[in-house]
């Protein structure tokens, strides 16, 4: 069974720096993607980064290019995204979630979910 489990969110002034982590555990991930969502009050979970585990292909929404970077640390089954530049726009819960094979940017790719970190930015 696969589990997921994020930390590192918190408060943050705008213009600053917070990094998550997903702690993967239950499989070998080689083939998995794994992505990192969020989810802001009364609106859609949406695709934030993705990375291919075997290959380390990276991939990103609009939204966050630039300022955030995901990445893999393959000996611990961990995942990071380190988030720069940050606005207010960026609060939100961030969930990570992992997937078998090549998958979509879509929340309906993904099988499996960690629990969420809260992510603030204040202005």
């Known amino acids: 069974q696969v589990q997921l489990v994020e930390s590192g969110g918190g408060l943050v002034q705008a213009g600053g720096s917070l990094r998550l982590s997903c702690a993967a555990s239950?499989?070998?991930?080689?083939?998995?993607?794994v992505g990192w969502f969020r989810q802001a009050p009364g609106k859609e979970r949406e695709f934030v980064a993705g990375i291919t585990w075997r290959t380390g292909i990276t991939y990103y929404d609009d939204s966050v290019k630039g300022r955030f970077t995901i990445s893999r640390d393959n000996a611990k089954n961990m995942i990071y995204l380190q988030m720069d530049s940050l606005r207010p726009e960026d609060t939100a819960v961030y969930y990570c979630a992992a997937e078998q094979g090549a998958t979509d940017r879509t929340r309906y790719g993904y099988s499996y979910w960690g629990q969420g970190t809260q992510v603030t930015v204040s202005s």
């Open positions: 239950g499989r070998t991930f080689v083939r998995y993607t």
